[in-house]
Every structure is written in structure tokens, then in C-alpha cells.
């Protein structure tokens, strides 16, 4: 089986044989935590179900998306074959808006249109500049869609304002526990400052704490909150007095017991000491690090495809151009910086390939915008290039 291929999805069902121990999502939980999907780092097949094998992350995270979803499905009762209820779900939530898959619903097949909308949904690339900075916090939140198409099996309505309002609830959440440390990192404070950038853009559902307690009424989502939150404040690769602490107060105020609290924060220490030499992320420090690595690359590579395009538009611009040749000798000021990134986004709108820049959540690249822009500039501008022969 190849999740890189057409086909996989299939060629899955076919090979699935559930164990008898796994007749809910709840009984599968324990142990899509234990292989990482929880956690957004997925290091083998839940349950070992299918030979890992030479796997990539990817496909496994593919795999046990759909797993998650089969379980689901296979614990009520539907008129719909598997695939049509997972593509009726994903075809609901995109309902009354346009996203990054309203494309793929013209496809004929349900598989083939399944399949298309899994593989946007792993992509972090594709994800970040579409939903904003709140997919990135990463594959992780895609049990997001496993808990939503459980509700959708369960009462047959689901629609995007409820996944808008469980993502606002967990961020809201897991942005508590990162705020809740005391003595927070350099890459603790710029991944808070990368959650309040995304939820500045999603105001309609922006929450506080109280709020977000409210919201909570299924011990699953409650117990998946827990991990997330463990999980952020796993970056220092202990979790102090004062954050245990906080996590003990946040799982008492989710109702759940001390039990599941002692679990929570021994499954995050357990997992990072078994894994933590195969996992690409984990904790607040490699996620903020890998968020700029991968957004770097992507920045770099559509900079370079369209630089005499934009090299054209940034000199019709004189203010934006003085403001960038002097962020090559200085740091710019408030004003100043929000003065380059409104004539940036103005430029981006009449260059097809950049426009992704002006999608929600999209501008938070536009730091990694500016770094990239003073190559494109006479070397005049920049007295610390060092020319390469």
C-alpha cells in the first residue's frame, strides 16, 4: 500500500482488521496518543495495525486519520458506505465557504475526492497560509476532524462554525498553559506571539479561558485539550511545579479526574524519551523552529519565481523601497514596519503567485517576506552582502 498514490485509501479498508478491543473512539484514544498523532508526530501505525515499514510521517499521519475515521464509523450505524460519509462530512464543513478544496468537489469519484482532501489536510504548507497559524500547531489538530465527524455520525449536522469554534476553544486553551509558565524560553515567547498573531485574524471566535471551559462538554475533547497543553508545555522537557499546577487546575475545570491528569503529563514525558531521536517536532521550541525553516523555504522559492515581476513593483514604490533598503542597516519601528507590510500586501495583490500572502494568516510570512526581499536589491543597499563566486 502506498498512501502517496491513488488508490490507498482502498487498498486500506481492505487490509484493515480492527482489534476487538477497539470499538470506539474512546478505546482508541490511549492509543493514538501512544504513536503520536495526538502530538502531531506520528512515529508508527496506531496499534501497529499496518507495518510501518519505509513509511514517511506523512503517510502515516494519513493512515491514522483514516483509521481514526473508521472506527468512528464502524461504531454507529449509517446508511452511507465509508468513504461517502468521511467525503459528506468534509463536503459539510465547507458548506457556506470557500477553501483550499472547493476545487476538488467537482472530481467524479468520492474516493478520489476523499483522498485529495486527506492529503491537503496533512500538508503543513498547503495548511498554514489557508487556515492560519492555528492548523500549523500542527497535524496535531487534525483530531479536530476526528471529534467533528464522530458529532457529524452521531446527530448528522455538522457545520464550519463548529469547527471554527472547537479550533478557538483549543487555542484559546493551549494558549493558557503556554502563558501559565513562569519562566517562559525564547521560543516559548515566539510561539505565543505566533498563536495571538492567528487569533487576531479569527476575532468572530476568539475566546477567553472561562468561555473555553464552557464550551467543554465531551470528556474525549477534554482529555485531547489536556494533552495539547502538556504537550506546549513540554518544550524545556520538564514540566515544573507551577505548570503541573496549572495543568491540574485546567483538568479539575475540564472535570476530569486525577488520574487522567497523571496520565496526561506521564504519556508527554514518555513519548518524548522513547521518540525524541525520530520525531521532527515536539514542544514549543522545535515547532517555532520548524514553522520558520519550512515557511523560509516556501517564502525563498516564490520570492525567487517572481523577483523581476516584484523587483518592477518595489521600485514604482519609492517609500516602500526606501523602507526596505534602510531595514538592511536598521531595525524599523512600529509604524514603519506596518507601512512596508500594507504596501507589500497592495503589491501581492497584483502578482497571481504571491496573492497567498494576503489570505488570513498570511501575514505573519511577511517578516520572512522582508528578509528575503533585500537579495533582489542592488548591492548597494545592503553593506554587509558578502558577493559569492
Known amino acids: 500500500m502506498n498512501p502517496s498514490a491513488s488508490g490507498w485509501i482502498k487498498k ?3 487490509l484493515l482488521d480492527i482489534p476487538n478491543d477497539l470499538t470506539n473512539l474512546e478505546s482508541l484514544y490511549p492509543k493514538l496518543r501512544a504513536c503520536g498523532f495526538i502530538y502531531g508526530n506520528n512515529v508508527f501505525v496506531v496499534d501497529d495495525i499496518v507495518e ?6 506523512d503517510e502515516i499521519c494519513k493512515i491514522n486519520l483514516v483509521i481514526s475515521f473508521y472506527v468512528c464509523f464502524n461504531s454507529t450505524t449509517t446508511k452511507m458506505e465509508f468513504t461517502e460519509s468521511v467525503t459528506s462530512f468534509y463536503k459539510k464543513i465547507n458548506a457556506h465557504t470557500e477553501s483550499w478544496f472547493s476545487d476538488l468537489l ?16 496533512i500538508q503543513i504548507d ?6 492560519s497559524f492555528n492548523y500549523f500547531v500542527t497535524n496535531a489538530l487534525l483530531f479536530i476532524d476526528v471529534i467533528a465527524y464522530k458529532h457529524y455520525l452521531k446527530t448528522g449536522r455538522i457545520s464550519i462554525e463548529e469547527i471554527k469554534e472547537k479550533e478557538a476553544t483549543i487555542e484559546t486553551l493551549t494558549l493558557s498553559a503556554l502563558n501559565s509558565k513562569m519562566n517562559k524560553t525564547e521560543y516559548d515567547e515566539s510561539l505565543i ?7 487576531r485574524y479569527q476575532k468572530d471566535t ?16 477534554a482529555l485531547y485539550i489536556l494533552d495539547l497543553s502538556a504537550m506546549a508545555m513540554w518544550s524545556d522537557r520538564i514540566i515544573d511545579e507551577d505548570e503541573s499546577t496549572f495543568l491540574k487546575q485546567l483538568g479539575q475545570n475540564l472535570s476530569l479526574s486525577p488520574y487522567d491528569i497523571t496520565t496526561a503529563k506521564r504519556s508527554i514525558k514518555v513519548f518524548h524519551h522513547n521518540y525524541k531521536d525520530d520525531i521532527a517536532l515536539l514542544g514549543s521550541k522545535n515547532i517555532v523552529k520548524t514553522f520558520y525553516n519550512n515557511s523560509s523555504k516556501m517564502v525563498n522559492k516564490l520570492i525567487s519565481r517572481n523577483s523581476k515581476r516584484l523587483l518592477k513593483e518595489l521600485n ?27 504596501q507589500l500586501l497592495d503589491i501581492f495583490k497584483s502578482i497571481p503567485s504571491l496573492a497567498i500572502f494576503i489570505l488570513p494568516g498570511g501575514a505573519i510570512l511577511l517578516p520572512l517576506v522582508i528578509k528575503f526581499i533585500p537579495k533582489l536589491l542592488p548591492s ?6 558578502i558577493e559569492e563566486h
Do not use: C
Request: hydrophobic residues 35%; aromatic residues 4%; without cysteine.
Open 206 to 221: 476568539n475566546l477567553i479561558y472561562s468561555e473555553a471551559i464552557k464550551l467543554i462538554s465531551d470528556k474525549l475533547q
Open 126 to 131: 498547503d495548511n498554514l497560509l489557508e487556515k
Open 52 to 57: 510501518k515499514g519505509d513509511l514517511s510521517t
Open 106 to 121: 467537482t472530481t467524479k469519484s468520492t474516493l478520489e475526492i476523499l483522498e485529495k482532501i486527506i492529503h491537503k489536510r
Open 316 to 342: 514604482e514604490s519609492k517609500e516602500l523601497m526606501l523602507l526596505l533598503t534602510q531595514s538592511t542597516i536598521r531595525e524599523l519601528d512600529k509604524n514603519e514596519q506596518k507601512k512596508v507590510q500594507q
Open 193 to 199: 506571539k505566533l498563536f495571538e498573531q492567528s487569533l
Open 12 to 14: 486500506l479498508v481492505s
Open 380 to 385: 548597494a543597499f545592503d553593506d554587509n552582502r
